[in-house]
């Protein structure tokens, strides 16, 4: 099902963006379609930004996830697996579902993010980066079979499928060459496909990799990470990492 409406994602033209203001689209059961938003919604990996959803007249409805709908192939070479364009629909909290009666098509809001949350989410994407770098390099055989991550606050992991255990050295060889990464503090930026925006590019480095999540700038604001390993069952292990040290940049932050 192809939309011919789409919501505007502010947050790939301004990362720092905490607020916009637009209007209601459609609601549907919990869920509240915006024609702009500056809430990311769960994709890649990535879990959604929390925020809020706030009337004129002072009415303030929270939002606890936020996912992507209805969007399509990007249909330029080296995105086969995105989804560009669609709609972002944000979930009410039960608690203000009550509430959700006020809401019409047409509707003005100013839309929030929790930017903390967003910053920790955005150390948490890059430093995911680093990691799968690092894996590549000493276990290329488990990154070509690629089967997940979870992005969240605080930690990062991968599932691969694999024939041979990742031992106590790769691990160790892991860790250093992502602990390598942050040490060299390396500028991180993204770009965009010129004719398709959602369709979006991380730059490390000489590295690159397709990704339309939410990033900081510079390596060094990881601090050390740490990585563990999990066996998954026959033929599978999780890759996770954790980096307590991390600086959460607020700061940046505007609306
Ligand atoms: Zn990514």
Redesign the pocket.
Known sequence: MRLNRRTTKLFYNDAYLAACETHVVKVDGAWVELADTVAYPEG???DSDHGTIAFHDGTVLRFIHAKKMYGHAAGVPGFPDIQVDGVVLHQIHADDQHLLACLVPETHVKVSIDVTRRAALSVS?SA??LLYLAVGLHRPDAVADTLGCH?KIGGTRFDFGVDQRFTAEDLGKIQETANELVRRDLAIHLSAHPDVPDARV?HCDDHV?P???THIERTGLIGEITVRRKSLGIGKERISCEFPHAHIQTDRYHV
């Open positions: 890649g990996g990535q994407h995911s980066h992005i991380w990799i990704c339309g999540g």
